[in-house]
């Protein structure tokens, strides 16, 4: 059964840090990408990273303060966020990719996690 589960979300100041975390069973995964939805806006593409050779994408939003990693052994991603923005406030979703590469596209991936909510407020 494929499943991808969020967690690591919360409530953070303006300036502060998270790490989501993205543990994925049931599969062997090409890609995994992290996406985002803020209420009445669209689901955005905002991180992504390849299995076989580490390719990464970054949204230009975030690139500089967000990190993406993966450990294989754990078949976890982890989304490293540093000097979040009230911005940043959104629903943070995982992805699975259809094909071996990284995009923010999400026609480009397929099964999905539930979300996590990141909140960024004083």
């Known amino acids: 059964q494929v499943q991808l589960v969020e967690s690591g979300g919360g409530l953070v100041q303006p300036g502060g840090s998270l790490r989501l975390s993205c543990a994925v069973s049931g599969f062997t995964y090409y890609a995994i990408g992290w996406f985002r939805q803020a209420p009445g806006k669209e689901r955005e593409g905002v991180s992504c990273?390849?299995?076989?050779?580490?390719?990464?994408y970054y949204a230009d939003s975030v690139k500089g303060r967000f990190t993406i990693v993966r450990n294989n052994a754990k078949n976890t991603v982890y989304l490293q966020m540093n000097s979040l923005k009230p911005e940043d406030t959104a629903v943070y979703y995982c992805?699975?990719?259809?094909?071996?590469?990284?995009?923010?596209?999400?026609?480009?991936?397929?099964?999905w996690g539930q979300g996590t909510q990141v909140t960024v407020s004083m």
């Open positions: 992805a699975a990719g259809r094909y071996y590469y990284c995009s923010g596209d999400v026609t480009d991936f397929g099964s």
């Open positions: 990273i390849s299995r076989s050779d580490d390719t990464t």
